[in-house]
């Protein structure tokens, strides 16, 4: 028998990848290190406005926004080869982090060490000093999307959600729980869009009838069904995939913090994201990127095949049963990479468990306002209450007579504990990024053969269905893994 992986074959050609080498896109042209004066009054004390997401002076007040990123591609359907932005370049750990500027205005020398800080004031004139120009650590990004969502907004946000979340919330959590050490964080990411074309071949099962067969004790479901060859072939543009570019965030499988609600808040509105300036980040921390495009590749490949398949089952609204998918090709024409700054308000909270410790996050997406966090469980009582539910539960079975679903009341205390253990730790929240990344799909041609009328099948899915699965999740970890073997960048996070 053919080895399947429920998934069927799926091949990505890097042909166009393979051959050349990618095209680097410089993207920070005509920015200076050093005083970035206000357009209007010529002062460096500028930082963003959260209500506006504009820049402002703050010594005449005037508004300005960095313009929008130059020089890549924006129609994609003409994306070819591999295109990079000049932010994306590989890190170099033996380069120097600090530079050292000289103010123009009186000539002090200003060090500034951009593993930390993009901007310094200098300690004679005040004039505030920005690295604008790429270094090749990680620090300086192609795009920023700047915070357009103030304190007090993500502290409301933050303090709602976790307001809703009281009950069950652990004592010391209750108790020491304040929005007022929110911190906004720039976080880094690569922004991807890409090109290509899809072809799937399979099968696919259309509902006609469900009955039960059997005698009162041994009853079991049958369907009848429609059974078609089904396949699509298009081409399809994918916009703002967006993925976490530090190996911290990017480990989503790791006990100690709850780092998939940082990744639940995506997407961003990336479309709005301009140009970096480091006076967006005043105020505001930031995380470095540490990883480079070829450790994100596979992780990213495997993003493109799964938001290829989801945009395909657009098209598959009558197979309601499913689609098994036995071929499946994307072949990639281009792709451009960009890095990014995308802005979160984040509260942490380090919760102590013996001798181990969990970090529970509550994230608020500083554009779209997406909300999600993990609250601490006082378990003690989650177990009585869950107890008394089943209690409850088992009781009411013995009352009521309906054969049929008295059964269920035998689970009502384990499920009222799962019910609320997910909604305080939201531990399965992710981005779903199969369906939450914008797509466009064109050239669409479709078969959709009628082969037979199948009868009495006992899978309310078709045998194999696929067409739903995403394969992102299994590469995850190994992708870790590997960085983490091969890199420099494990030495320089221990080093940290
Ligand atoms: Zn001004
Ligand atoms: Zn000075």
Redesign the pocket.
């Known amino acids: 028998m053919q080895e399947t992986n429920g998934l069927g074959p799926t091949i990505i050609q890097k042909d166009a990848e393979a051959k050349n080498e990618p095209v680097v896109i410089q993207t920070d042209v005509g920015v200076k290190d050093g005083q970035n004066k206000c357009p209007k009054c010529g002062a460096t004390d500028i930082a963003l406005n959260a209500r506006t997401g504009q820049l402002r002076c703050n010594y005449c007040r005037y508004e300005f926004n960095e313009q929008q990123l130059q020089g890549m591609v924006t129609d994609l359907t003409k994306l070819q080869g591999e295109i990079i932005g000049s932010g994306t370049q590989d890190i170099n750990n033996d380069i120097q982090n600090v530079v050292t500027l000289k103010?123009e205005?009186?000539g002090?020398e200003v060090v500034i060490d951009t593993n930390e800080v993009t901007q310094a004031r200098?300690h004679?004139?005040r004039?505030t000093l920005s690295i604008n120009q790429q270094i090749p650590n990680g620090s300086i990004p192609d795009i920023v999307l700047p915070f357009k969502l103030t304190r007090e907004e993500a502290q409301k946000l933050i303090g709602d959600f976790v307001g809703k979340r009281k009950f069950f919330a652990h004592p010391k959590f209750r108790q020491e729980f304040t929005t007022s050490n929110i911190m906004g964080v720039y976080f880094p990411y690569m922004v991807v869009d890409a090109n290509a074309h899809s072809n799937y071949i399979g099968k696919g099962e259309h509902l006609i009838r469900t009955y039960t067969i059997g005698s009162r004790d041994h009853r079991e479901t049958r369907y009848d069904a429609d059974l078609y060859q089904v396949a699509r072939d298009f081409d399809i543009t994918i916009e703002g995939l967006t993925i976490e570019s530090s190996l911290d965030k990017l480990n989503q499988k790791t006990k100690d913090k709850t780092n998939n609600i940082i990744n639940s808040i995506m997407p961003f509105d990336i479309e709005n994201s301009v140009r970096w300036n480091a006076n967006y980040l005043k105020g505001y921390t930031s995380e470095k990127r540490d990883t480079n495009i070829e450790q994100l590749r596979p992780l990213v490949d495997e993003q493109i095949k799964d938001v290829s398949r989801f945009t395909a089952n657009k098209t598959l609204k009558n197979y309601d049963r499913g689609v098994c998918w036995e071929s499946e090709k994307l072949a990639l024409r281009g792709k451009q990479w960009k890095a990014a700054y995308l802005p979160v308000w984040i509260y942490s909270y380090q919760q102590k468990k013996g001798d181990k410790s969990i970090l529970h996050y509550v994230a608020v997406n500083a554009r779209t306002k997406e909300t999600m966090g993990s609250v601490p469980i006082h378990m003690p009582k989650l177990i009585i209450m869950s107890i008394l539910v089943e209690i409850l539960g088992l009781i009411v079975m013995t009352l009521i007579d309906i054969e049929k679903i008295s059964w269920l009341f035998l689970f009502w205390g384990i499920i009222y504990y799962f019910i609320m253990y997910s909604r305080y730790r939201n531990n399965d929240a992710r981005h779903h990024h199969e369906i939450e990344t914008k797509s466009t799909m064109y050239n669409l041609k479709t078969i959709d053969n009628f082969i037979k009328r199948e009868n009495g099948l006992s899978n309310s899915k078709i045998r194999g269905c696929n067409n739903e699965k995403i394969s992102e999740q299994n590469i995850e970890n190994n992708i870790i893994d590997t960085i983490k073997k091969n890199s420099k960048i494990k030495i320089n996070i221990n080093n940290k």
Do not use: L, P
């Open positions: 103010c205005s009186c002090a200098c004679w004139c004039n």
